[in-house]
């Protein structure tokens, strides 16, 4: 076998493929990073003789069932590379070869090669890997290096679901809804519950959980009133002011000098009346999509509220901030419950939590962005980064000047 070079002295050679093993790489990676893949193969091959690697269009056999290629070809692999970015992440195929290699990694104690090419949202099952960064001036040395060392003397993978705890915090999914680049903006998205998505169901064993979750923010109707278009509102804030200038001159047209004491301070009180009346009416009709968009948000975030009580149990919140796009996160919260449960009604106040605050926490999880978190910084929580759901429940009343349970 070729060996490599390392930066001091000789590495140790490419370990030997066993009578069980064809290649000593299997590299699961998207079409669309083909280029840099092959690049990335091209050059380990040229300077390691004698590497065997296995890519999917080259190497899996004609004929035979893509899930049995892909299941054989990693059994038959020292290791596995995942090259990952937010292609990686969309591709069904990509994620199905990573979940096989965990399995191979559980099993045969095979190490995953995680290799971040470009900034992704890392799905829930593979964010307990420590992964190379391809942008790193040292990855080609330290991939060499990791491919010259035997599997044997790599860190033991962890299990394929390892503890909950390396999880918690860690956004799941953004969800949008059906349609959405071709909604209205005054209309409220509805999400499909056809199926459960694949990031959520690792989670989630029931999918009539989440069919009823989504459900209630489906019930949330969209405004019916003609004001939802934008020609109406500007012909009647049109007309609304003809209106106030009308009531301005009319009294000069109706000759206020020749009328009685009493008609004309009748007509001036109509006048200073209608006036400003039909000018706020107009501005008011300009504006009602943005009032009417508030109150569709706190509808939806009551519902979300509603939602999230089904799905708090199973360690999942639920975030909306827009009428098009849900965010789905995992967090642990059994550790804050307590936290709550030592306060008097400690039950309810979880509950009423949960209801009001769930749906920003969630949010301000999948953004990794706490507005105002400098203030409570430091104090210890339940979450390795960032606030647990006590500590950002605290923080929001302590703001909101103390209106409700404070569970700390």
């Known amino acids: 076998m070729g060996s490599c070079a390392g930066e001091e002295g000789v590495a140790p050679p490419i370990p030997p493929l066993r009578p069980c093993d064809q290649f000593h790489l299997f590299v699961s990676y998207s079409s669309v990073d083909a280029v840099w893949t092959h690049r990335l193969t091209g050059r380990l091959e040229a300077e390691l003789p004698g590497l065997k690697v296995c890519l999917h269009e080259r190497d899996f056999t004609p004929g035979r069932n893509v899930l049995e290629n892909m299941a054989g070809c990693i059994q038959q692999s020292q290791k596995v590379l995942l090259v990952l970015s937010e292609d990686f992440v969309q591709s069904r195929w990509c994620l199905l070869e990573a979940d096989l290699s965990l399995v191979g990694s559980c099993l045969e104690r095979k190490p995953v090669l995680p290799v971040l090419l470009r900034p992704c949202r890392v799905p829930l099952h593979l964010s307990h890997l420590t992964y190379l960064e391809a942008t790193d001036g040292r990855f080609f040395q330290k991939l060499v290096q990791l491919l010259c060392t035997p599997s044997q003397h790599l860190a033991h993978p962890p299990a394929l679901r390892s ?54 923010l489906n019930g949330v109707r969209s405004p019916r009133s003609c004001l939802r278009y934008l020609g109406c509102r500007i012909i009647l804030a049109i007309v609304l002011i003809l209106l106030s200038v009308v009531s301005v001159f009319l009294p000069l047209v109706l000759g206020i000098q020749e009328l009685q004491p009493a008609r004309r301070f009748l007509v001036i009180s109509a006048n200073a009346f209608f006036c400003p009346f039909f000018m706020i009416l107009s501005v008011n009709t300009l504006c009602w999509l943005r009032r009417s968009s508030k109150k569709t948000l706190r509808e939806l975030a009551c519902r979300v509220g509603e ?14 901030e827009t009428k098009n796009k849900l965010y789905f996160v995992y967090v642990l919260l059994g550790d804050c419950k307590q936290t709550f449960l030592g306060a008097p009604d400690g039950e309810a106040a979880f509950q009423e939590a949960i209801l009001r605050f769930a749906s920003s926490y969630a949010c301000c999880l999948a953004h990794s962005h706490f507005p105002h978190w400098e203030e409570a910084a430091g104090a210890p929580g339940h979450l390795e980064v960032g606030p647990c759901f006590c500590q950002f429940v605290t923080l929001q009343l302590r703001r909101l000047g103390g209106v409700g349970v404070n569970p700390v």
């Open 163 to 216: 503890a909950p705890a390396l999880y918690s915090g860690k956004a799941l999914l953004t969800l949008d809804c059906i349609n959405r680049d071709s909604l209205p903006s005054w209309k409220v998205g509805s999400f499909s519950t056809l199926a459960v998505p694949d990031p959520l169901k690792e989670v989630l064993e029931d999918p009539e959980l989440y069919k009823q979750a989504v459900g209630i």
């Open 307 to 320: 939602a999230n009580l089904l799905l708090a149990p199973h360690s999942v919140l639920m975030g909306c």
